[in-house]
């Protein structure tokens, strides 16, 4: 029993270093953005595309924490390779594997799909090893590879489709919160000499254009109600996003620096799901 302690620890340890929740959302912006293009969502080239885009996505989560390790062990010491549970060794085959599988899976669906998991994985791995720790370049680039998501999804189907608004939603969400998250780990990036935007130009000047950028998400969440793409039942949802957004925003413009108490980053991750779900509901009605 003794000697099945650690070994129960390393396999959490596995199960929890690609951040299965974000691996999940990753799958189901596939799968929306398959819809959001006109093609059934349960049919087995979009089911294959959602699994191939989760695995990548855990690939680089996985070499994430691994270019993180030092940052983490001031942010976020609970998390797998800081606390000790997995060697970093581990984390880099863990990564290794699942980019593979990742790609495999799409260039086995078609050519164009293995092309385009291939250049995702290029760019992840530029991001997490060189472009994360900058200004502004590495939150627009993971922004934009949060966002390729739909189109990937879409690209399974054969088409583009209207996968190009939840993309542009998910741009602007994942920009915001990326400035918001660089914010509340400002103390471990300052300590690893990183140079993240509030870094560079402070906190509150990162505060004030992350809720700048939350704001104008709110307000173009409106246009496709307003130019008659989506009906009503977009609009339920949708509120509640907008609802998460907003006072996100508000808390940044009011308190300015004081977002790391708030853990606004992990709260808005929820609100995902429901730009998921208002997706779904206005291409549905």
């Known amino acids: 029993m003794k000697a099945s302690a650690p070994l129960r620890e390393t396999f959490r340890a596995l199960a929890t270093l690609p951040r299965p929740l974000n691996c ?19 049919r087995a080239e979009v089911w294959w595309a959602a699994l191939a885009a989760a695995l990548i996505a855990g690939a680089g989560n996985a070499l994430n924490d691994v270019a993180d ?19 970093l060794r581990a984390a880099l085959v863990q990564s290794l594997v699942l980019a593979l599988a990742g790609i495999g899976i799409a260039l086995w669906q078609k050519p164009a799909l293995g092309a385009a998991a291939l250049l995702v994985v290029a760019l992840l791995t530029l991001y ?43 741009f602007l969400y994942h920009l915001g919160r990326e400035i918001v998250k660089d914010i509340e780990d400002v103390e471990g990036d300052r300590a690893q000499g990183a140079r993240t935007l509030p870094l560079r130009i402070g906190d509150r000047n990162a505060a004030r254009l992350a809720g700048g ?10 246009w496709p109600w ?24 508000w808390r940044l413009l009011r308190d300015q620096g004081a977002a790391p108490g708030a853990r606004l980053g992990s709260r808005l991750k929820w ?6 779900l208002a997706v779904v509901a206005g291409e549905a009605g």
Do not use: C
Request: proline residues 6%.
């Open 24 to 42: 999940l959302i990753t799958a189901l912006s596939t799968g929306v953005g398959a819809f959001a293009a006109g093609s059934h969502p349960l």
């Open 69 to 87: 390790l030092e940052i983490d062990r001031i942010n976020r010491p609970q998390r797998p390779l800081p606390a000790g549970h997995l060697s």
């Open 128 to 170: 997490d090893l060189w472009l994360k720790r900058t200004a502004l370049w590495g939150n627009l680039l993971v922004s934009a590879l949060a966002a390729a998501a739909f189109p990937f999804g879409a690209l399974a189907a054969g088409q583009l489709g209207r996968a190009w608004i939840p993309a542009g939603f998910a």
């Open 213 to 222: 950028i939350l704001s104008l998400l709110a307000a173009f969440t409106w």
């Open 226 to 249: 307003l130019g008659n793409i989506y009906g009503w039942q977009y609009l339920v949802p949708v509120l509640g996003v907008d609802g998460l957004v907003l006072w996100a925003a």
């Open 271 to 276: 609100g995902m799901l429901l730009g998921l």
